[in-house]
């Protein structure tokens, strides 16, 4: 099984500022590697998919990058309604797993 | 616009069964491949299984192949989970997810969830 490490467990920013989430997973994904926003008592959003692609509706400030191994989401300009867990989920090997999540709070 | 609305989830003693349901709408059901993922109380995702567009491939975690099942009635618009031999572990939201339209491992759209609660 392969284990998708995030860091940091936390991260603390202002509105305005740059958000910068990694994900490490314990061996290659290729490029499929997904990241998905869940706020509280809401489902899951698909935001990036096969490490870079944006979904429908996702707005412009995030971004994804990587491939193998070492993976990055980052939100530009961090807005109010973007502090949030975010996870990330490979597909690359069965079973499909999740990281454990980063959670991004207000500073 | 997709809608995919999850019942079933009940308080059950360890050891019992239970089935799960989902009920899609505002997409061609048939086209997709559909999965389940749980989330336990204040903690991270699961994935739970997949199945693809005709029922006729489907996959688990390794927590539970051989108690669950996964099955879809396309006529229906519906997705199943029949749960087995639940542990107090299985304790969790339970989201009904569809899966991109090309990629079937690739997970686009969620439901809010069911909640089952394995306890004696």
């Known amino acids: 099984e392969i284990v998708l490490t995030q860091s940091p467990p936390t991260l603390s920013l202002s509105p305005g500022e740059r958000a910068t989430l990694s994900c490490r997973a314990s061996?290659?994904?290729?490029?499929?590697l997904a990241w998905y926003q869940q706020k509280p008592g809401q489902a899951p959003r698909l935001l990036i998919y096969?490490?870079?692609n944006r979904a429908t509706g996702i707005p412009a400030r995030f971004s994804g990058s990587g491939s193998g191994t070492d993976f990055t989401l980052t939100i530009s300009s961090l807005e109010p309604e973007d502090f949030a867990v975010y996870y990330c989920?490979?597909?690359?090997?069965?079973?499909?797993?999740f990281g454990q999540g980063t959670r991004l709070e207000i500073k | 616009e997709v809608q995919l609305v999850e019942s079933g989830g009940v308080v059950v003693q360890p050891g019992g069964s239970l089935r799960l349901s989902c009920a899609a709408s505002?997409?061609?059901?048939?086209?997709?491949?559909m999965h389940w993922v749980r989330q336990a109380p204040g903690k991270g995702l699961e994935w739970v299984s997949l199945?693809?567009?005709?029922?006729?491939?489907?996959y688990y975690a390794d927590s539970v192949k051989g108690r669950f099942t996964i099955s879809r009635d396309n006529s229906k618009n519906s997705l199943y989970l029949q749960m087995n031999s639940l542990r107090a572990e299985d304790t969790a939201l339970y989201y009904c997810?569809?899966?991109?339209?090309?990629?079937?491992?690739?997970?686009?759209?969620w439901g809010q969830g069911t909640l089952v609660t394995v306890s004696s």
């Open positions: 199945i693809n567009w005709d029922g006729g491939s489907t």
């Open positions: 096969d490490a870079s």
């Open positions: 061996q290659t994904v290729n490029n499929y």
């Open positions: 505002g997409f061609t059901f048939d086209y997709y491949a």
């Open positions: 989920q490979q597909r690359n090997n069965w079973p499909l797993t």
């Open positions: 997810a569809k899966a991109l339209p090309t990629v079937t491992t690739m997970i686009d759209y």
